[in-house]
């Protein structure tokens, strides 16, 4: 059964060398009230996984810069400077993957899937770490699913059972990352009684939901 | 000479019509994105790899949708139409072949259609965004560029030497002064601007192409 708690009582188990997964793509889609409450919280040495580490002093980037992050596992680090810096100066550690294999990997991870054969990235030097295997003539590497301890995952409505909804761009890595953690917490402006969300319009069906949080008065 | 926003609009001007009706397009940041400026005249849906199909013009000031952005996070509004998706399955209609063009950046490109356009040297490794699935994934790939570096030096060449988004992956380059495209993985030259000639052509590159038997040359002004 999912639970519905403040964002603060979300994250106060989540312990020091987690790894947790952020949806968004920019602000847009970026479960914020929870990385606020992620900011107030002690846990460290994190492995974040999303697609960005949000902009200076803004998203990911308050907790990147409180040097809580041991790892990030994404695909454009690039507009936020102080990634750059982090990484040069040796205190953080950077995997960076396609973005269509990364969201892929997630997806296979919450699908079950011990991984896919994706041909982008091959013969590339994105492409070292992995075995590569020809198929019918093409070359394929081997993308290795990524799962998560935690997903913090954004989306506009849910109902008591935790079944949500998204809105507009903002859904980008939202769903799969739900389907991909141990611990599913969704951020959420408004939930409501079972039956109000059209089942045509659930996007993210309860099971793969732990954790309501409802936003408040925060400005997206 | 042309300035900067010269070449860049001629660029986007002479891509857009490679564009045909009732294509559905990924444009990459940068010359491309000015490509949805000279498209008007057709059916063309813009795929955006953030997970819109059917991104619309930018909106007025002051009429922003905040949840609402391309891959390039900039605000956008949608047509009517338009459709959303998670990033999973719009990589899956990029990587299966289900867009029909993208027109993307490019740094190099080499005589066998590699492309690098993701890694600057010196610089740190920590963006590639969508442009390797794009590239492997699109059903054609034209890269717009400017011919030449801001210092003179040829980025059409033999072989690449910055770091690879994609080998064997290009169909065709547009730049401000020629068009070329692959076939049968050999590079050749089609068209070149009235205001250049082939001998300035070679010059600026240095892989190795065949001019076309049927090299057409574009009419150009300083304008356009």
């Known amino acids: 059964m999912v639970r519905i708690m403040t964002a603060t009582e979300a994250v106060t188990e989540i312990k020091s060398g987690s790894s947790i997964m952020v949806g968004g793509f920019g602000r847009v889609g970026s479960p914020e009230v929870l990385l606020d409450a992620l900011a107030a919280h002690d846990a460290k040495d994190l492995t974040i996984i999303g697609n960005d580490l949000g902009s200076h002093n803004e998203g990911v980037g308050v907790i990147l810069l409180q040097d809580k992050i041991k790892k990030a596992i994404g695909s454009f680090f690039t507009p936020n400077p102080d990634a750059a810096k982090y990484y040069r100066e040796g205190k953080i550690e950077i995997e960076l993957i396609p973005q269509g294999n990364f969201a892929e990997a997630i997806r296979a991870a919450g699908a079950g899937l011990g991984g896919f054969l994706s041909p982008v990235g091959v013969g590339t030097e994105l492409a070292k770490d992995h075995q590569i295997f020809t198929i019918k003539g093409t070359e394929y590497l081997l993308q290795e699913p990524i799962s998560a301890d935690y997903a913090f995952v954004r989306a506009k409505k849910a109902d008591t059972l935790g079944n949500l909804v998204y809105s507009k761009s903002a859904r980008n890595f939202n769903p799969i990352m739900a389907t991909a953690a141990k611990v599913c917490i969704a951020e959420v402006d408004e939930i409501v009684e079972p039956g109000e969300l059209s089942p045509e319009d659930i996007i993210t069906p309860f099971l793969y939901v732990d954790i309501l949080v409802k936003r408040g008065d925060r400005p997206c | ?224």
Not at chain 2, 181 to 189: K, Q, T
Request: one cysteine or more; glycine letters at 10%; charged letters at 20%.
């Open chain 2, 1 to 224: 000479m042309l300035n900067d926003d010269q070449r860049k609009i001629r660029i986007a001007k002479r891509a857009a019509e490679e564009i045909t009706d009732g294509t559905v397009v990924n444009l990459g940041v940068g010359i491309p994105t000015l490509v949805a400026n000279y498209v008007a005249d057709k059916n063309v849906y813009l795929q955006s790899e953030n997970g819109i199909l059917g991104v619309g013009p930018y909106p007025e000031p002051g009429q922003e949708d905040l949840e609402l952005i391309n891959a390039g996070r900039k605000h956008v509004t949608v047509l009517p139409g338009a459709s959303f998706f998670d990033s999973a399955e719009s990589f899956a209609q990029i990587r299966g072949g289900h867009i029909g063009c993208t027109i993307i950046g490019g740094l190099q490109v080499s005589e066998t259609g590699d492309l690098a356009n993701w890694l600057v040297p010196g610089k740190d490794v920590l963006g590639v965004g969508g442009a390797m699935d794009l590239v492997i994934g699109a059903a054609k790939v034209i890269i717009a560029t400017q011919h030449a570096t801001k210092s003179g030096g040829a980025k059409i060449i033999p072989a690449c030497t910055l770091p690879l988004t994609a080998k064997n992956a290009v169909d065709m380059i547009v730049t401000e002064y020629a068009v070329f495209h692959f076939e049968a993985g050999r590079l050749i030259l089609d068209e070149i601007t009235s205001d250049t000639t082939l001998e300035e052509i070679a010059a600026l590159t240095t892989a190795n192409y065949t001019v076309s038997p049927r090299l057409k040359v574009r009419e150009v002004s300083q304008d356009a």
